[in-house]
């Protein structure tokens, strides 16, 4: 029931296309989703991140799209840039103090030029 | 704002030795921390989590005698790697929770890319 699951394992979008992530988890407890952005290297920094309770948050070119029933949510990054070539992950947890999230396995995106 | 630091970024000791890696939360007050490891291209898994003025809960499987977690106050947490040896050679990172918006989010810090030879 700790699992999320991400897919796919790899995308690979040209330039001004839609990148699409998607993540599944199984605990209906979780009630806070973030999407993070890793560059080699360099530690994921937090993209953006909704809650339950709205059905889609949009932050630029970055929008999380959530279904509560189907336990899905996934990222939709608008008009992909080459600089947005790197790993996503997703995460769930239980929105408290204390809590760590738990991530899927990751996404490389690369965005031809 | 929620910077997160990390250091040494990059660390090269010998095997048997012990390394110390600290974690900084620079503009907000954390009361709890996170340590994972992460092999290459492969996801986060979590070692412990560190409140402060508390000991650590460390996950299933991780050694919390060759892992040593202190977190001393509300900006720091160390991860002391005690007798190291070349398994151990790994990019660890600290994760710092903080409230944003209503939510408590995780910042993470750059990482430090551990070599035992």
């Known amino acids: 029931q700790q699992q999320v699951k991400q897919s796919p394992q790899s995308l690979i979008v040209q330039k001004g296309g839609i990148s699409i992530i998607n993540c599944a988890y199984e605990?209906?407890?979780?009630?806070?989703f973030p999407w993070y952005q890793q560059f080699p290297g360099k530690g994921p920094a937090l993209l953006i991140a909704i809650r339950p309770d709205v059905s889609e948050k949009k932050e630029g070119r970055f929008t999380i799209s959530f279904n509560k029933s189907a336990k899905q949510f996934s990222l939709h990054i608008m008009d992909s840039q080459p600089g947005d070539s790197a790993t996503y992950f997703c995460?769930?947890?239980?929105?408290?103090?204390?809590?760590?999230?738990?991530f899927g396995k990751g996404t490389t995106l690369s965005v031809s030029s | 704002g929620a910077v997160v630091s990390q250091h040494p970024s990059r660390v090269i000791c010998k095997s048997g030795t012990s390394v110390k890696i600290e974690c900084r939360s620079l503009d907000f007050q954390a009361t709890t921390m996170f340590w994972y490891r992460q092999f290459p291209k492969q996801s986060l898994m979590l070692m412990a989590t560190?409140?402060?003025?508390?000991?650590?809960?460390?996950e299933q499987g991780v050694e919390k005698d060759k892992f040593l977690i202190n977190h001393a106050s509300l900006t720091l947490s160390t991860l002391t790697v005690t007798s190291a040896h070349p398994e151990d050679s790994s990019f660890y990172i600290c994760s710092a929770q903080g409230v944003a918006g209503g939510m408590y989010e995780q910042y993470f810090g750059p990482g430090t890319r551990l070599t035992v030879t």
């Open positions: 560190s409140n402060e003025g508390s000991k650590a809960t460390y």
């Open positions: 605990n209906t407890a979780f009630d806070y």
């Open positions: 995460a769930a947890k239980w929105d408290q103090a204390g809590t760590a999230l738990i």
